[in-house]
């Protein structure tokens, strides 16, 4: 039977990834794209299918109610990407990632109730569990006590927080995914693997914060889409699902190498940075019970999906060129000297 999925933020990375992914799987259902077009939405990822009858895009933003609540009516599923999605941003200017990852979602839950959507399935992150000791074996797990530690990531925990209360107090038929970091394919070039594949094209250095020894559970977006139709099409309802990539810890000093391997480079192309603030040392996700009651695992190695992601950003550069220099000032404010203190 089709369906029509409300896809917010789709002009992302991860959601215009999914929006491909889902019109090539599911050709008969329609997909409505609400996207505010912020810095990290970018109608150039959805070029392609533009012009597809059942693919529609509506400019707009999710804490506007009355938009949301017209657009919602006729929509069966709710796939909620739209959120600002980065930490050093987060960091520079807490609030707005309090206002659309918090409020937006709240408008979406009551526009959503409101018209009696048969499935709200949100999109969050490991970050909402903190930081995990180095050189440990411990892995968040579906029992991990929530622990947000960036302004970012606290956002994303109250936003969670709040689906799964539209869940106990109104009845809201909902799923939840909580995945590790993302990698591939259209993703905005300011966060690890896109700067450092762009930078090593352009000839810069690639960016280290602190000692490089922080660990991130790293998943290639196209298998998280998997990943989310999987839960989407035979997941409990009010149940929350954790995706990662890997098995084992790699350092971001390791990653980085393994980039620069991959693409003829050695090690002096790495510049060590000042650290983030506040700099969550390790993430790394038990996702055995999505593997057990699912089905689903990753289709790629990280180096396959290294490989893949170097690849496309070898041959669009006419996509990334752009956003990198319209995203100078952030550059500019963000990296710092590792002997200089942030101001
Ligand atoms: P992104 O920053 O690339 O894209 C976000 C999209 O949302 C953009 O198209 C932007 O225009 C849109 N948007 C922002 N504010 C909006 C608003 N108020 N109204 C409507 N649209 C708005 O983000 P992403 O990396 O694709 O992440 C998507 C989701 O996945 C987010 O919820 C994020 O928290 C989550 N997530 C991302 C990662 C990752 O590694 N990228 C990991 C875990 C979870
Ligand atoms: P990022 O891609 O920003 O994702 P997140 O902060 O959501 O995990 O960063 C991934 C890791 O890489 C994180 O430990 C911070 C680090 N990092 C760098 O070392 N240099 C960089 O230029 C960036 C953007 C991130």
Redo the contacts with the bound molecule.
């Keep these: 039977m089709s369906q029509t999925v409300l896809v917010t933020g789709g002009a992302g990375f991860i959601g215009s990834n999914f929006i491909h992914y889902w019109l090539k799987n599911h050709p008969e259902d329609t997909v409505i794209n609400l996207d505010a077009l912020t810095y990290a939405g970018n109608p150039a990822s959805l070029q392609d299918i533009a012009g597809l009858p059942n693919y529609v895009f509506v400019e707009g933003n999710i804490t506007d109610g009355e938009l949301v609540n017209k657009i919602m009516d006729d929509v069966d599923v709710v796939v909620h990407f739209a959120a600002e999605s ?3 941003r987060s960091i520079l200017e807490p609030s707005i990632f309090l206002t659309t990852n918090v409020i937006g979602t709240q408008v979406l839950l009551d526009a959503a109730l409101k018209n009696h959507v048969k499935r709200f399935h949100h999109i969050s992150t490991d ?1 909402v569990f903190g930081s995990l000791e180095l050189n440990s074996s411990e892995k968040f797990t579906l029992k991990t006590p929530y622990d947000p530690r960036s302004p970012y990531s606290a956002s994303k925990a109250g936003s969670d927080h709040l689906v799964r209360a539209y869940g106990e107090t109104y009845g809201l038929p909902f799923t939840l995914t909580n995945c590790s ?1 993302n990698y591939g394919e259209f993703q905005f070039p ?4 896109g ?1 450092a594949i762009t930078n090593v094209l352009e000839g810069k250095k690639v ?3 602190g000692d ?1 020894l ?1 660990v ?1 559970d790293w998943l290639y977006v196209q298998d998280h889409c998997s990943a989310i139709e999987k839960v989407l099409l035979n997941g409990r309802e009010g149940a929350t699902y954790l995706v990662g990539g890997l098995v084992g810890d790699i350092s ?1 000093i390791d990653v980085v190498k393994l980039i620069l391997k991959l693409m003829d480079r050695d090690d002096s192309q790495i510049e060590f940075v000042k650290d ?1 603030a506040g ?1 969550d040392r390790r993430y790394a996700i038990d996702w055995s019970h999505l593997n057990q009651e699912l089905g689903w695992s990753p289709s790629v190695t990280l180096e396959e999906g290294l490989q893949k992601t170097i690849d496309w950003y070898t041959q669009n550069e006419a996509w990334w060129r752009p956003l990198k220099a319209s995203a100078q000032a952030f550059f500019a404010q963000n990296y710092k000297p590792a002997t200089e203190a942030h101001s």
């Excluded at 300011?190 to 693997?193: G, Q």
């Design positions: 980065h930490v050093d970050e970091n300011e966060k690890l693997f700067l960016p280290v914060y490089g922080n991130r971001n983030r700099h």
